[in-house]
């Protein structure tokens, strides 16, 4: 079995790598990754000599090199998480969200469609589903739930999961589809709330909190998320969306006083900064079809998986500091500059 995981140097293709890599040591993992800022080799470090392994630098909307490279490897099966994954930076630039997210989606089906696979898997996000509001926590994410975006990064990936059930649909690829809800874990770049907040408590900086911080968002450790995909792979229907969530649901405000409280950090480092435009207000995920029709539990709640998480980000200095002494710091000033 060959397959080829698509932006495994980024968070979640990354965890999904090393998990891929250690369970099943007679597959073969090919990780496509372009490197953007997002992409980091030193995530790889753990797996890179694997003889299961390989990684190869190139675009998934890159149609030659795709073309190419399906033509030479001959893959069993695509699981594609490559994406421009941050919501603020699709509000500042949203054309290469369509690019990434949309066409490299597009040029993925067509070389499946072209060379043959016995599964294409799209990586796919609960914010396709757009937003729930706070008075109604009787109110959650199905996979009937009708796809209603606000940002142009969900708007991008909700795209994307249309073609992905078209490509079923008039072609007959076999597909499946994942939707989870926000992750957490080793590995996350800082640009996202937890990371963010840990990484910036350690420094003592201020923590910027958008908005009032009521917003909530359903935090699931992406080991979790990582043991839905393979059992997706292994056990789906073809053309089908699962939902992946744990039912842990907390404010901002929350996540951020447990981490300071973690840190033994003052609140004081709460600063309020101006909204996110069209600050999506709750996301929630109903999990009971992967959970009855595939038989998938997470391990990790979020009162255990945040310990984990600070624990690593503790231990692992060198991973997320590397990426802060970078182009980072520009990022930060361009983003928060008017903000903080
Ligand atoms: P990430 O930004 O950490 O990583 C994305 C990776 O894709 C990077 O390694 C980057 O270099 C690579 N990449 C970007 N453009 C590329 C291109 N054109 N060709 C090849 N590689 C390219 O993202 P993440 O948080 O790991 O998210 C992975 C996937 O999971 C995304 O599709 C995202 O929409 C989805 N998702 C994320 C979350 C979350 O909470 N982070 C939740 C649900 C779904
Ligand atoms: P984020 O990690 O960007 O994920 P998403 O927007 O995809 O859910 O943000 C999670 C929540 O945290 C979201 O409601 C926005 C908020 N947030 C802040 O309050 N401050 C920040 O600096 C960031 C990055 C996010």
Same mark, same amino acid.
């Given at each position: 079995m060959k397959i080829l995981v698509t932006g495994g140097a980024g968070f979640i293709g990354g965890n999904f790598v090393h998990h891929m890599v250690n369970k099943h040591s007679d597959y073969e993992i090919v990780n496509l990754d372009l490197l953007t800022y997002a992409g980091n080799l030193e995530t790889l470090k753990p797996v890179e000599d694997k003889p299961n392994y390989k990684f190869v630098k190139g675009d998934i909307a890159d149609e030659t090199f795709i073309m190419k490279l399906f033509a030479d490897e001959k893959f069993d099966m695509v699981v594609n998480f490559a994406a421009e994954s941050h919501v603020d930076r699709s509000i500042s630039d949203p054309g290469i969200f369509v690019q990434?997210?949309? +066409?490299?989606?597009?040029? +993925? +089906?067509?070389?499946?469609? /072209?060379?043959?696979?016995?599964?294409?898997?799209?990586?796919?996000?609960?914010?396709?589903?757009?937003? $729930?509001? $706070?008075?109604?926590?009787?109110?959650?994410?199905?996979?009937?739930?009708?796809?209603?975006?606000?940002?142009?990064? &969900?708007?991008? /990936?909700?795209?994307?999961?249309?073609?992905?059930?078209?490509?079923?649909?008039?072609?007959?690829?076999?597909?499946?589809?994942?939707?989870? &809800?926000?992750?957490?874990?080793?590995?996350?770049?800082?640009? /996202?709330?937890?990371? +963010?907040?840990?990484?910036?408590?350690l420094g003592d900086e201020e923590l910027p909190v958008y908005g009032n911080g009521e917003n909530v968002r359903d935090w699931l450790h992406v080991y979790d998320h990582c043991t839905a995909i393979d059992l997706i792979l292994h056990k789906g229907k073809v053309g089908e969306v699962y939902n992946v969530g744990g039912h842990n649901e907390r404010t901002n405000l929350e996540v951020v006083k447990t981490i300071l409280q973690a840190l033994n950090k003052p609140e004081s480092l709460i600063r309020y900064v101006t909204d996110r435009p069209g600050h999506d207000m709750r996301y929630a995920i109903d999990p009971t079809k992967l959970e009855t029709e595939l038989g998938w539990k997470p391990k990790y709640t979020f009162d255990t998986g945040i310990p984990q998480t600070i624990e690593w980000y503790l231990e692992n200095r060198d991973w997320w500091e590397n990426i802060l002494n970078g182009s980072y710091q520009e990022y930060f000033d361009t983003m928060y500059g008017t903000r903080l």
């Open positions: 990434t997210n949309v +066409l490299g989606t597009v040029t +993925l +089906l067509n070389a499946c469609r /072209k060379y043959g696979i016995t599964r294409y898997h799209q990586v796919s996000t609960d914010e396709v589903y757009g937003d $729930l509001p $706070l008075d109604r926590p009787d109110l959650f994410f199905t996979e009937e739930t009708p796809l209603h975006t606000s940002s142009p990064y &969900s708007s991008s /990936k909700a795209s994307a999961d249309l073609f992905v059930m078209s490509y079923f649909r008039t072609f007959g690829l076999p597909v499946t589809i994942s939707r989870c &809800s926000n992750n957490y874990g080793p590995y996350h770049f800082p640009e /996202k709330l937890i990371p +963010l907040m840990i990484s910036r408590a």
